[in-house]
């Protein structure tokens, strides 16, 4: 039985790709700063922090990162393992998106998130190890990303969905469970080796119309609060809107995943969400 490890294992992706792996003949270690929450059926799971020595009952062939990847970069630099693992990692979309964001914390995440390819990938030369890093757009579907669903519980709350007109800027969100097959994906084909892609979900829409999709799929009918998008970027000027978020309303957020159809087909869904996507079932 092959060995895979987990890293980041009760996240939006790591809850789609453990079940995918015990299907595949994976022996699977989950790992998880948090205790497990759908972790039946795994018994080796290990609740502990990359950012100190996490103990491992076997030696892994294959190591996922689905979870923070300038953590997992530093722990896998030091981290006292046999052979040369396969390395399949998370990174983001968010290293060109925020590259030059007028907010200095955004522009700090991106070059964490490059600082960390770019040591992940020397480690791996170290060890002889292979490496494909996959920068996603937009993730949902778990319900519990930081994006949508918290619009989502807030509108179930208080019967009412922010609905920002003029926000014209095209987004392609993506399902995590696509992206946990895309993990598995790439360990099937050479052509993956040393690469980093891209990837968007299957649809582009505009970011006002990715809200009107999210408000409809709601188990209960809110009402639409319509913010024009100079109110927003006044509020933005008046320190009560994030200004990076409101700036990037205008902008279209999508990934050129050509190379990733090519080389390992890649063909996610659409945007058709319903309650389960926000975890809300």
């Known amino acids: 039985m092959p060995v895979a490890l987990v890293a980041g294992a009760s996240g939006a992706v790591g809850r789609f790709l453990l079940p995918r ?13 948090r205790p497990r929450e759908h972790g039946s059926g795994f018994p080796r799971w290990i609740v502990g922090d990359l950012d100190r020595d996490v103990p491992l009952p076997l030696s892994p062939d294959v190591v996922f990162s689905v979870g923070p990847l300038d953590s997992f ?3 896998f630099a030091r981290a006292p393992l046999q052979g040369s693992p396969r390395v399949v ?5 968010s290293i060109d998106s925020k590259r030059d964001s007028v907010d200095a914390a955004e522009r700090d995440v991106a070059g964490r998130l490059l600082a960390a390819e770019r040591q992940l990938a020397d480690v791996c030369a170290q060890r002889g ?40 800027g095209l987004r392609q969100p ?16 050479p052509a993956c080796a040393g690469r980093t892609y891209a990837l968007g979900g299957g649809e582009r829409l505009s ?15 809110s009402a639409p609060l319509p913010l024009p998008l100079a109110a927003a970027r006044l ?26 159809r090519t080389d390992f087909g890649w063909s996610p869904r659409g945007f058709g969400v319903d309650a389960h996507a926000w975890g809300l079932d």
């Not at 990715?210 to 709601?218: G, P, Y």
């Not at 933005?236 to 990934?255: E, F, N, S, W």
């Open 21 to 33: 792996l015990r299907d595949a003949g994976y022996d699977v270690i989950a790992l998880s700063r």
């Open 73 to 75: 970069a530093r722990w």
């Open 89 to 93: 990692a998370l990174g983001s979309m």
């Open 129 to 168: 190890s292979v490496w494909t890093v996959l920068r996603p757009t937009l993730i949902y579907g778990a319900g519990v990303d930081r994006s949508l669903t918290p619009l989502a519980r807030f509108a179930l709350r208080w019967r009412v969905f922010p609905r920002v007109h003029g926000a014209r």
């Open 174 to 189: 993506v399902h995590a469970d696509d992206l946990a097959a895309a993990c598995l994906a790439v360990l099937r084909h």
């Open 207 to 221: 970011f006002d119309a990715m809200l009107e999709r999210v408000r409809v799929s709601l188990p209960r009918r």
């Open 235 to 260: 509020l933005a000027r008046a320190g009560l809107a994030p200004a990076a978020a409101v700036d990037r309303l205008t902008r279209d957020l999508v990934a050129d995943d050509a190379a990733a």
